[in-house]
């Protein structure tokens, strides 16, 4: 065998060798990039388009608890602030009613992430409701859209809700990250942060 054909089947064998190891490392990284991205969750049956531009959902004054929301839309990397993302909003009044027919949308909003990739809205902490034989915990439907990222349906939940442990979404090893904290200020009010991760397309 000359010295030539003994080179080229050498990088040839090295080539294919390689193959099996590229797929692994690209594996790997799709399994990290969806480690770090905002789980998904049912759209359920309430959502509605058209959903007016604005920060502040209640906007008929109901009663219940002021509850404000912020947070930072990544994309890509799940570090790069993503402007401009398009966030609807939507969840039931304080005695888990939705607003499915008027022209009022109440508790429902569009809002849009600014140049630094943050969002933020006012509403009330939504109330529960029972669905079959057990109440879901209060939540927030998100349907968030950016270009060049997989648009994301998902729900937000609330910690010490008692409620999450019987509801088979909330209590979904993946709904965890999206179970948070909310303080509260000495007239009652609450307030959180919901950081959400995009997934690329």
């Given at each position: 065998?000359?010295?030539?054909r003994r080179e080229f089947i050498t990088?040839?064998?090295t080539i294919v060798a390689a193959i ?29 388009e058209n959903t007016p531009t604005r ?147």
């Amino acid at each position: 065998m000359s010295h030539t054909r003994r080179e080229f089947i050498t990088k040839l064998l090295t080539i294919v060798a390689a193959i099996p190891l590229i797929g692994v490392v690209a594996c790997k990284k799709k399994r990290e990039l969806k480690k770090c991205t905002t789980s998904d969750d049912i759209l359920g049956p309430f959502y509605r388009e058209n959903t007016p531009t604005r920060t502040d959902l209640n906007v008929n004054n109901q009663t219940g608890t002021e509850l404000k929301i912020n947070g930072t839309v990544y994309g890509v990397d799940c570090k790069t602030p993503l402007n401009n993302a398009r966030i609807e909003i939507w969840h039931a009044n304080d005695s888990g009613d939705y607003d499915n027919s008027t022209n009022d949308f109440e508790f429902r909003g569009t809002v849009n992430s600014d140049s630094n990739g943050k969002y933020n809205f006012t509403t009330i902490v939504p109330g529960s409701y029972l669905n079959g034989s057990t109440y879901r915990p209060s939540h927030i439907h998100f349907k968030i859209t950016a270009s060049g990222h997989k648009q994301l349906v998902t729900q937000l939940y609330f910690q010490g809700d008692p409620n999450i442990d019987s509801d088979p979404w909330a209590s979904d090893e993946e709904a965890e990250e999206r179970i948070i904290t909310l303080s509260e200020d000495s007239n009652g009010n609450k307030s959180g942060t919901f950081d959400i991760k995009m997934m690329p397309d």
